[in-house]
């Protein structure tokens, strides 16, 4: 039997180059039926062998193409988020109708185009598997026609008493037709009684607005003022232009309890317990008002430089310091005429009602409250323990809770109702400054919710009931004028609302704020209780990114600790990971012990958001509550705390366990006024020489400058780069075996005596080297160098020899060491930026200098027939940074701000003397100490 | 002990009973036993492996290569001492080596064996393995050839080829004499298979020479370029502690130490068991353990010169790294090795102690634990610290780590008991030439 198939009396040679042979298609002539018969059947066997199962699913293209929207483009759409009460403008990224991305807004005056790791945060939370699907009666799932069933009813109820016995509780409301809202509300039915409630944005006892940009001298009394609050932005891009001015630069003095960002920026830290703290700010009033001399140097050199800079300086007290402090610091601020030019002090927050969670438990305890009506909020578990009230909410026979998850307070309400992110619904927020802002929805809801201004409709029995007739009506009402419809629609598109903002009065609420007596300096153990730097009093405990965000200076994630001094914990006879019971006013918790240099000695101080039953898959059962330790008269702490060792070592997950530089200096740092870098390793001269030859560049050179002066370490880099690169969380268990992902870092340092640190830190992300020492060493060439000095990885050729991550002498390579991408949760698939890909398991990957931004511009670039503009490019961590302290750009283009940057004298190589030649850059720390204090 | 005048037709009964008339013991059952449940681990743990990723070992962010890499190089350090003394002993007529180098090839083999398995189960993705080999694909993809991985590939599995066809043609003409000695039908046609048709003519002995010199010729530079090769994939490297020029001489002399540690370590018992004392006699323990002692020294020159050098460097990574290894966190691997590589090779400068069997046998024991602390710490001890102190970390083993480790040794004894029980563990034909030549006993 002839066997072949090839067409053998075909005319003419085989060519290679020839696909269609002569005689190609002809068929062949001594192909017997049974040869035949066998290649069909073993075609049909392979065929029918591969099981594919092709995908059932159908493509349709749109009928009528939505405006703008052309698929592969992104859109942005201007939207704004209410945290702890104060608006902030963002701008958020929508792929093909899915939000993927937050930016802050520009044009809005407390995000300055720029975020925090809240906001960036905030996309998580949206697509969270975890929130609430349904409504809930008793905890069995409900549907809204079931919820009416049972509210309308109620209503009617209150109509007829007029509201007796109905009670609100909300936290801060940074939206006005909200407010306005909740007052029809106590309009309609009179007797209705509204009560306010936030653990982490208390009411403060004199609230004030500070100018940082105008102030020469700055003391912190315990300010956060780069934290979490309303305007960390606008004060670290301030504090960073005072820092960078050539001729007086800024001087920050910080004295603080535990250490904060402010005490790292500060030029003289000094750490107080709160007593005497306290007991430091009224002797600096008293030594201000009659002259006398200062018991020590330190203070006697801050005053004279404050008196130096009457009108120039200002003093900031903290949110969570009692009103003593706050007076001592407008009494300072008063005598040397800071009042209205470095600081303004607002009205207070009367939008607030001042009956809080106190009255609210007094009036469910004597069976009072009918019907309880919770506006967000978790009650059930971040009120002080003294109230009981959740004990107290079980006498309560109608109770409701709105809110994103089923949390503690959901599962002991009669109702639970879930609301609606803020990007899926229409609201309105003011900011610190007065602006307004509309926030657009950015997508459907997910689930079936309803956002408080539509539930607030539903209590009014009001029409329209949907969120958009809501705000644009309330809008209409409110702003009265002859094209409404223009001044809405650039409302919305802008994401600022074009009115004239109401400057406050400069007359301090706490006029009346009662000044304490000289309180004396506790001679016991003082228990401090501050919220969490990133889950705050809880409320972000649901959130995985903000849990794996290593928290600032401990580096800590998923749990909390007690956090105390060196000193303190030698005379309690306590070493780190020690788990200690804490007992505080006959309620103790156990914590584990967390040895932290900086911190004030003779207190301890533990955080609040950990120890939560209800938070998810995410958040429960991590760490300790600390609520447990908290009494309504000292909701931060007081003196009289109990420690107990009672076992030890406990591993922390940290990602960074080591405190001290060990004489390598990655930090550097310059004296203001002096340009040369004080901290070099002169030992070490860098080295050009290399066997290789030298990478040359047609087109731009990509580099990037950290300016370490502004940094303030919040770490909205690392976590603006976790949503853009679709980086995933791995888990406490995996943190534990240090494997997180993050691109990019922010260590920290402790630099100098471990009992008065200098606190340090520093972001790292890939330094993208000239000389890479990762390229070399990679069998298969998967990380290589571009053609505009990238070193990219090829996820695809990466067999996972994880060789580049060891020779890599910055570590800023993260493998996958186990399948980390959660690629079941259907709403996390529609989370991801779709142009970076979804790495799979046993793949390196590193920052890539957010490469698809580059190619999106360098398309635009093309197809407009010019090159790349300087600013053009912003990778994720610059374009988060609220400091403006990472710069990117092409480092051949002479007028690019980074070409500008890498000139400056403070400009140096992390290890360059390996002589990798990193296109990542550092300007090296500005301090300005006063020369008097040394 | 007392020695008996040795003929060819003593020799060749003797040998050849030790596999075709010796009856299987239970002991021999029991040690196969006990070897192959660590087979079977080393099942499970490679299952689970592939199931779940690397992650089921303890590597992390600064230490991203731990026991894979540790227990790679010390197998192929094992190895060496087979190649070593069949190949460059041959080459220098040492005649001693006739008794123990099937046994020692045999061993190379296995360890070989053992070795390579680690670099393809450390790989991320191990499937894509043979991105690391150069073949043509439609996308023109290539190794990337200045990467000591890919070296070692070729370095490997090169080796790997030579030392297996070196031992299998040193076995054929006893595989003849098998197939010859056999009772039974099966078993002759199964030797005769392996023994190619090997009539023992005058042809076959004299191409059988040239082909073994040969061989020889060409396993011997292999020796010295295996762990050179295996040395740069440490020593390409940025990282304080692998960035030095010694390492190839000092990993090569190491392994060599290593091998014959763990030739005695296997040779010890066996030949108590086998009653070959006669055969691989008290002169080969002595041999071996000079052997080791030479080695030894030469490691621990390579010790002191690279903290001679951390001091001479003045490079403060140097010199940290130095410090760390003596009083960092990892403490008893420094001085576990200075002790075991160093300390108690001493031993060995009295005869004493080089012709007794059990304090041989401790001390070879020894030597391989110190090796293996030895790479620990260049591998683990020197990653979990590097530059920046933001990213030092630990590394702990976990139970997949000891498992597959574990595993390996059971497969190596599996192998090792089978290739006893199954073919003539000492040279029989070249015994017989030694003999004839010499006239006298062994």
């Not at chain 1, 029995?461 to 001044?487: L, S």
């Not at chain 2, 003596?326 to 691997?333: A, D, T």
Request: hydrophobic residues 40%.
């Amino acid at each position: 039997m002839s066997d072949s198939l090839s067409p053998a009396n075909s005319e003419g040679p085989l060519r290679d180059d020839d696909e269609f042979v002569p005689g190609a298609s002809e068929w062949p002539e001594d192909l017997s039926r049974r040869r035949f018969l066998q290649v069909m059947a073993a075609s049909l066997a392979l065929a029918g062998g591969a099981c594919t199962r092709l995908p059932h699913g159908e493509i349709l293209p749109y009928i009528r193409q939505p405006e703008l929207l052309i698929p592969g483009k992104p859109l942005y759409f201007a939207t704004a988020m209410d945290f702890g009460g104060v608006g902030h403008g963002l701008l958020v990224r929508s792929n093909e109708g899915r939000p993927t991305k937050i930016e802050g807004n520009p044009d809005h005056p407390t995000s300055l185009g720029r975020s925090s790791v809240h906001a960036q945060a905030a996309l998580l939370t949206l697509y969270d598997p975890a929130r609430s699907h349904a409504a809930m009666k008793l905890g069995h799932p409900e549907t809204w026609e079931g919820l009416l069933g049972e509210l309308l009813p109620e209503i009617e109820k209150w109509k007829e008493s007029a509201g007796a016995g109905v009670h609100l509780l909300t936290q801060r409301i940074a939206s006005p037709t909200l407010l306005a809202q909740v007052h029809q509300f106590l309009t309609k039915f009179p007797k209705a009684q509204w009560h306010f409630h936030d653990a982490a944005f208390p009411r403060s006892p004199m609230p004030a607005k500070v100018r940082l940009e105008q102030a020469q001298v700055v003391l912190s009394l315990d300010a956060e003022l780069f934290g979490y609050g309303g305007a960390n932005v606008p004060n670290a891009l301030a504090f960073a232009k005072g820092r960078r001015r050539e001729e007086n630069a800024a001087r920050l003095y910080a004295v603080e309890v535990t250490p904060t960002f402010t005490g790292t920026m500060a030029d003289h830290r000094r750490a107080l317990s709160p007593s005497a703290l306290v007991k430091f700010a009224q002797d600096l009033v008293v030594t201000l008002h009659d002259g006398s001399k200062s018991s020590d140097n330190w203070s006697a050199a801050l005053l004279r430089d404050l008196q130096k800079h009457k009108g120039q300086c200002v003093v900031v007290a903290g949110e969570f310091q009692p009103p003593s402090v706050h007076e001592a610091a407008r009494q300072i601020n008063e005598a040397l005429g800071n009042i209205g030019k470095t600081i303004d002090y607002l009205p207070g927050d009367d939008s607030l009602p001042r009956s809080g969670l106190q009255e609210l438990v007094t009036a469910m305890q004597r069976g009072e409250v009918g019907a309880l009506l919770i506006f967000g909020g978790n009650p059930a578990y971040d009120s002080p323990v003294d109230l009981s009230f959740g004990e107290a909410l079980a006498k309560v026979p109608f109770s409701m809770h709105l809110g994103l998850y089923p949390n503690e307070t959901a599962q002991v309400c009669r109702w639970h109702l879930p609301e609606s992110h803020f990007l899926e619904t229409w609201s309105d927020v003011r900011a610190s400054d007065g602006s307004e802002s509309i926030a657009q929805p950015l997508i459907e809801p997910l689930y079936p919710s309803k956002s408080a201004h539509e539930f607030v409709a539903v209590l009014l029995e009001q029409v329209p009931t949907t969120g958009y007739d809501i705000i644009r009506g309330a809008w209409e009402a409110r702003h009265k004028m002859d094209n409404f419809e223009n001044f809405w629609r650039k409302s919305v598109h802008d994401g600022v609302a074009a009115l004239p903002k109401t400057p406050g009065p400069n007359t301090p609420e706490a006029a009346t704020a009662s000044a304490e007596k000289a309180a004396a300096e506790s001679k016991s153990l003082e228990l401090v209780i501050r919220p969490d730097a990133h889950v705050l009093d809880g409320r972000f405990a649901e959130n995985a990114w903000l849990q794996e965000l290593p928290k600032p200076l401990t580096q800590l994630t998923w749990e909390n600790a007690a956090l105390i001094a060196p000193q303190t914990a030698r005379a309690n006879h306590l070493e780190h990971g020690d788990v200690v019971e804490l007992r505080y006013r006959d309620h103790a918790i156990r914590t584990p012990v967390w040895v932290l240099p900086g911190q004030a000695e003779g207190c301890i101080t533990v955080h609040l958001g950990y120890g939560r039953n209800y938070a998810g898959p995410v958040g429960s059962g991590l760490g300790s509550n600390a609520f447990t330790l908290q009494t309504s008269d000292a909701p931060w702490g007081g003196p009289g705390v109990e420690v107990h060792k009672i076992g030890g070592g406990h591993r922390f997950s940290t990602t960074q366990s080591e405190r001290s530089m060990e004489d390598r200096d990655p930090v550097r740092l310059v004296t203001a006024g002096k340009p040369a870098v004080e901290i070099a390793r002169e030992d070490l001269p860098e080295t050009t020489e290399t066997l290789y030859p030298k990478w040359k560049y047609a087109g731009p050179a990509w580099g990037m400058v950290i300016d370490l002066s502004a940094c303030i370490g919040c770490s909205a880099c690392t976590i603006a780069c976790q949503a853009e690169n679709n980086i995933p969380v791995v888990g406490r268990e995996q943190v534990l075996r240090r494997r997180e992902m993050h691109w990019i870092r922010v260590d920290r340092y402790f630099d100098g005596d471990n009992n008065a640190p200098r606190l340090l830190h520093q972001p790292v992300p890939c330094m993208h080297c000239e000389n890479a020492p990762c390229e070399l060493v990679c069998p298969v060439g998967a990380t290589v160098h571009d053609h505009e000095g990238l070193n990219v990885m090829v996820y695809n050729r990466c067999v996972g020899t994880r060789y580049c991550s060891n020779n890599c002498p910055y570590k800023v390579r993260r493998f996958n060491f186990l399948k980390f991408n959660d690629d079941h949760s259907e709403t996390l698939k529609l989370m991801r930026n779709p142009n970076v890909s979804v790495r799979m398991r046993g793949v390196m990957e590193k920052c890539t200098y957010c490469l698809q931004r580059i190619s999106a511009a360098r398309i635009d670039a093309e197809k407009e027939k010019r090159k790349i503009r300087d600013g053009e490019v912003i990778p994720a961590c610059a374009q988060a940074c609220p400091a403006d302290a990472i710069v990117f750009g092409d480092i051949l283009d002479p007028a690019s701000r980074v070409a500008a940057m890498k000139e400056s004298p403070r400009n140096y190589s992390l290890l360059g003397e390996l002589n990798t030649k990193p296109r990542t850059t550092y300007l090296a720390r500005m301090q300005n100490p006063n020369p008097e204090i040394g | 002990m007392p020695t008996t005048v040795q003929t060819c037709e003593t020799l060749s009964e003797r040998l050849s009973a030790v596999v075709l008339k010796r009856p299987t013991k239970l002991g021999w059952f029991t040690c196969l036993a006990i070897s192959f449940t660590g087979v079977l681990m080393l099942n499970v743990a490679i299952s689970w492996l592939l199931l779940r990723g690397v992650g089921v070992w303890g590597i992390n962010e600064p230490v991203a290569w731990g026991f894979a890499i540790v227990n790679f190089v010390w197998w192929i350090g094992i190895g060496h001492a087979g190649t070593f003394i069949s190949a460059i002993l041959l080459l220098l007529h040492q005649h001693w080596r006739t008794s123990i180098n099937r046994f020692t090839e045999a061993m190379t083999l296995f360890a070989v064996a053992c070795a390579a398995l680690f670099p393809l189960l450390h790989l991320g993705r191990p499937w894509v393995f043979y991105f690391l080999l150069p073949y043509p694909d439609t996308m023109r993809l290539w190794p990337q050839w200045r990467s000591p991985l890919v070296w070692d590939v070729f370095a490997v599995s090169t080796y790997f080829t030579v030392s297996l066809v070196y031992w299998y043609i040193g076995l054929v003409p006893d595989l003849a004499t098998m197939r010859d000695r056999a009772t039974r039908r099966w078993i002759k046609v199964l030797y005769g298979i392996g023994a190619l048709g090997w009539r023992g003519s005058a042809k076959h002995w004299a191409r059988y020479e040239m082909a073994y010199l040969l061989l020889a010729g060409l396993a011997t530079p292999l020796v010295l370029s295996v762990h050179s090769v295996v040395s740069l994939d440490f020593a390409v490297a940025v990282l304080p502690g692998w960035h030095s020029t010694i390492f190839p001489p000092y990993f090569v002399a190491g392994a060599i130490f290593s091998g014959f540690a763990m030739v005695l370590t296997l040779l010890i018992p066996f030949r108590k068991i086998y009653k070959l004392e006669d055969v691989i006699s008290e002169r080969h323990l002595d041999l071996a353990s000079k052997v080791m002692l030479a080695t030894g020294l030469m490691v621990a020159l390579g010790y002191a010169s690279e903290h001679w050098m951390a001091w001479y460097s003045d490079e403060p990574n140097e010199e940290f790294l130095a410090l760390n290894r003596m009083l960092g966190p990892y403490w008893p691997v420094w001085w576990t090795t200075m002790t075991c590589n160093i300390l108690v090779p001493q031993l060995l400068w009295w005869r004493r102690i080089r012709t007794s069997p059990l304090p041989l046998f401790i001390i070879s024991l020894l030597v391989n634990v110190g090796m293996w602390a030895e790479r620990y710490m260049i591998v683990v001890v020197s990653l979990h610290r590097d530059f920046l102190p933001s990213s030092w970390g630990k590394f702990h083993g976990t139970v997949w780590d000891w498992a597959t480790f574990g595993g390996t040794i059971g497969l190596f004894f599996t192998l090792m008991f089978l290739f006893v029980r199954l073919l003539p563990m000492i040279p029989i034909a070249e015994l017989r030439k030694q003999t004839v030549e010499e006239g006298k006993e062994v």
